[in-house]
């Protein structure tokens, strides 16, 4: 089984920045997109960005698009979430998930990736 474990949150202002950190163990990892989802109280998962196998493709919200950054070293098993100008609706569980599906195929629904790791808060205060 591929365990996924995510790394990186914090409390911070808004304006300010932080990264996530998701590393893989017990399996293949290159082999697979990876995507970040956060959910915030009261509200459904929702996708933030996904990165292609190789890392040379990635896909974001728009409600994220220019402010957050999605990496990949396959070499390390991990995906990193870089993110800059946070404001308070950033502020949520940040999880990050493995795609079921092969190839590189764009999808922001968290039904489509799985073996999820328990979340790191993010809180951003204004």
């Known amino acids: 089984q591929v365990r996924l474990v995510e790394s990186g949150g914090g409390l911070v202002q808004a304006g300010g920045s932080l990264r996530l950190s998701c590393a893989a163990s017990g399996g293949i990892f290159s082999n697979r997109m990876m995507g970040w989802f956060r959910q915030a109280p009261g509200k459904e998962r929702e996708f933030a960005a996904s990165?292609?196998?190789?890392?040379?493709?990635?896909y974001y919200a728009d409600s994220v698009k220019g402010r957050f950054t999605i990496s990949r070293d396959n070499a390390k098993k991990s995906v990193y979430l870089r993110m800059n100008s946070l404001v308070p609706e950033d502020t949520a569980t940040y999880y990050c998930?493995?795609?079921?599906?092969?190839?590189?195929?764009?999808?922001?629904?968290?039904?489509?990736?799985?073996?999820w790791g328990q979340g790191t808060q993010v809180t951003v205060s204004s």
């Open positions: 998930g493995r795609a079921v599906y092969s190839g590189d195929v764009y999808s922001g629904d968290p039904s489509d990736f799985g073996s």
């Open positions: 990165i292609s196998r190789g890392g040379g493709t990635t």
